[in-house]
């Protein structure tokens, strides 16, 4: 299974691992992340969600190697703080988020998130929920399509391809995933297929829509920091605009200074902002080279201050 973690070392430095400490990995995938941080665990403990059952599989048996002070919780992270309460955990030292597809799903031409294999248009990262990308495409009217393609793809020629998409399945249903790449590239110019493929826009708004993970964002963000210990560390790894423009909006708001006392040299504690973030970190020419998915990536860091 070959699936490189992006800013691997970067993150997990930024967690800055207690060996006695409770850490979350809201995105196990295949467990690049998870490995690296149960290696520094001693006499804590590891909880990892995801939502996908093969990464899931896959997971444990390479985190069983390494130890047993780990469990993996089979839903979205969406429901972080429930599913830990029940646990009994109320206070966390870390955690992290790896928003981006792992290589895996995206190599696997059965799950349909790829535009250079045909598969049937699926796209889900739980195989158990109902929309699929299928569904997307044939059911929703053009302006939601539309819409879809433009917010999430940030798509230039979303009403064409909407359009396209529109007259294609008026005549026979889209099923696969190359018919949907063909009527896409159908409905652009030759000059915007030089520079890129002209599906990878739509494909991704997609592949946002069917697994809504925009929408879920805000609430896992911020349910997270709740959680963090003082000290406690939130890193969160994004490969597109608008989920780092979420980040770095709540970051921003729960890091906000009490105006009145801004600027102090010495400001007392309890008049701190809850949260002090971090310089952004992009990968390195070196990373970028060796694993070209992860030129668009974005490590977002904050130190939980009280």
Same mark, same amino acid.
């Given at each position: 299974?070959?699936?490189?973690?992006?800013?691997?070392?970067?993150?997990?430095? !930024?967690?800055?691992?207690?060996?006695? =400490?409770? #850490?979350?990995?809201?995105?196990? =995938?295949?467990?690049?992340? *998870?490995?690296?941080?149960?290696?520094?665990?001693?006499?804590?403990?590891?909880?990892?969600?995801?939502?996908? !059952?093969?990464?899931? !599989? #896959?997971?444990?048996?390479?985190?069983?190697?390494?130890?047993?002070?780990?469990?993996?919780? @089979?839903?979205?992270?969406?429901? $972080?703080?429930?599913?830990?309460? /029940?646990?009994?955990?109320?206070?966390?030292?870390?955690?992290?988020?790896?928003? =981006?597809? *792992?290589? @895996?799903?995206?190599?696997?031409?059965?799950?349909?998130?790829?535009?250079?294999?045909?598969?049937?248009?699926?796209?889900?990262?739980?195989?158990?929920?109902?929309?699929?990308?299928?569904?997307?495409?044939?059911?929703?009217?053009?302006?939601?399509? #539309?819409?879809?393609?433009?917010?999430?793809?940030?798509?230039? #020629?979303?009403?064409?391809?909407?359009?396209?998409?529109?007259? /294609?399945?008026?005549?026979?249903?889209?099923?696969?995933?190359?018919?949907?790449?063909?009527?896409?590239?159908?409905?652009?110019?030759?000059?915007?297929?030089?520079?890129?493929?002209?599906?990878?826009?739509?494909?991704?708004?997609?592949?946002?829509?069917?697994?809504?993970?925009?929408?879920?964002?805000?609430?896992?963000?911020?349910?997270?920091?709740?959680? $963090?210990?003082?000290?406690?560390?939130?890193?969160?790894?994004?490969?597109?605009?608008?989920?780092?423009?979420?980040?770095?909006?709540?970051?921003?708001?729960? *890091?906000?200074?009490?105006?009145?006392?801004? =600027? $102090?040299?010495?400001?007392?504690?309890?008049?701190?902002?809850?949260? &002090?973030?971090? &310089?952004?970190?992009?990968?390195?020419?070196?990373?970028?080279?060796?694993?070209?998915? !992860?030129?668009?990536?974005?490590?977002?860091?904050?130190?939980?201050? &009280?």
């Amino acid at each position: 299974m070959k699936h490189i973690s992006v800013l691997l070392k970067q993150t997990i430095d !930024s967690l800055n691992v207690k060996e006695d =400490g409770i #850490y979350i990995d809201c995105t196990l =995938g295949y467990a690049g992340h *998870s490995s690296a941080i149960l290696k520094r665990l001693k006499k804590g403990k590891l909880y990892a969600f995801d939502q996908d !059952s093969e990464a899931r !599989s #896959y997971s444990e048996n390479v985190l069983k190697k390494i130890g047993d002070n780990f469990e993996i919780i @089979p839903t979205n992270f969406v429901n $972080l703080k429930e599913e830990l309460n /029940k646990r009994g955990v109320t206070k966390i030292d870390g955690i992290m988020f790896d928003l =981006g597809v *792992s290589s @895996p799903q995206l190599d696997d031409a059965t799950r349909g998130f790829s535009f250079h294999n045909d598969a049937f248009l699926d796209m889900r990262m739980d195989k158990t929920a109902s929309l699929t990308a299928y569904d997307v495409v044939n059911e929703y009217s053009f302006n939601d399509l #539309y819409k879809v393609i433009k917010d999430y793809g940030e798509e230039k #020629y979303a009403k064409q391809i909407a359009r396209a998409i529109e007259e /294609k399945r008026s005549i026979k249903k889209i099923e696969t995933t190359l018919e949907l790449s063909d009527v896409i590239s159908s409905a652009v110019p030759a000059k915007y297929k030089r520079l890129t493929h002209p599906a990878r826009r739509t494909f991704q708004a997609i592949r946002i829509e069917v697994n809504k993970e925009l929408s879920i964002l805000p609430k896992a963000f911020n349910d997270a920091i709740d959680m $963090l210990n003082k000290d406690g560390r939130m890193a969160v790894i994004t490969f597109h605009s608008l989920e780092d423009k979420i980040c770095k909006d709540v970051f921003r708001q729960r *890091s906000k200074e009490n105006p009145m006392f801004k =600027g $102090l040299p010495n400001m007392p504690e309890e008049y701190l902002p809850e949260l &002090k973030t971090l &310089k952004k970190i992009k990968p390195d020419k070196k990373e970028i080279e060796e694993n070209k998915r !992860s030129r668009s990536a974005t490590l977002r860091v904050a130190i939980k201050q &009280k």
